[in-house]
């Protein structure tokens, strides 16, 4: 079984030392993960986002590949992947991808969850009492599909994307797929379709 880790910043931390806590993160999961997860995305911890401005970046994931030096002599070569949010413009995209390219970055998740209310059937005042935090499901599955694809095109397809946002069936995960996405990764999806969605989702790209 393969095990990623997924790690972040608490709450507390001030944005200016963010990456101590990263670092800390990776030091002490490293011997129990097979592949890394830097999470800058979401919205659920105050000023998180504000990481994904690229010399934010830069320090982090620079100093986790530095790291990775060290670690990787006892406990072998872990792919350190960024997860990004779907709320970037473009130009914020496009400093992402330049930095993946500059670092050799293993690859992105594309996207997290959304801080984006549009388009929802709720009525505004029903979804203003739930509060703020990240939407996750269908509603973000379309800029999911727009991000993974952009990225693809401009990188032409040479950096992995692990897919997510609104993957509920087989013919969602196909459509990430010829986005340009390597993987793809599902969670609302497994809350509403149970552990069978895995099954489900083989079967059908494996007939296509």
Request: some cysteine; charged content about 25%; overall charge neutral.
């Amino acid at each position: 079984m393969i095990i990623g880790g997924n790690i972040g910043k608490n709450k507390v931390t001030p944005n200016e030392e963010a990456w101590k806590d990263y670092a800390i993160c990776y030091r002490e999961l490293y011997p129990y993960v097979d592949y890394f997860v830097v999470n800058v995305s979401s919205p659920n911890t105050p000023g998180l986002r504000e990481l994904q401005e690229k010399d934010s970046l830069h320090k982090i994931l620079t100093t986790l590949q530095e790291m990775r030096k060290e670690l990787a002599v006892a406990n072998g070569h872990k792919p350190l992947l960024l997860k990004i949010a779907p709320d970037l413009t473009k130009e914020q995209i496009d400093d992402v991808i330049d930095l993946a390219t500059e670092i050799k970055l293993d690859g992105l998740v594309a996207t997290n969850t959304t801080i984006s209310r549009e388009g929802l059937l709720t009525a505004a005042d029903k979804v203003n009492a739930i509060g703020a935090g990240g939407l996750s499901g269908l509603p973000v599955r379309e800029r999911s599909t727009e991000v993974v694809k952009y990225i693809a095109e401009k990188t032409e397809g040479q950096l992995p994307l692990i897919a997510s946002g609104g993957i509920f069936t087989g013919e969602d995960a196909q459509e990430k797929l010829k986005a340009g996405a390597s993987l793809v990764q599902v969670w609302t999806g497994f809350i509403y379709e149970g552990p069978a969605i895995v099954k489900k989702i083989v079967r059908t790209i494996s007939t296509k």
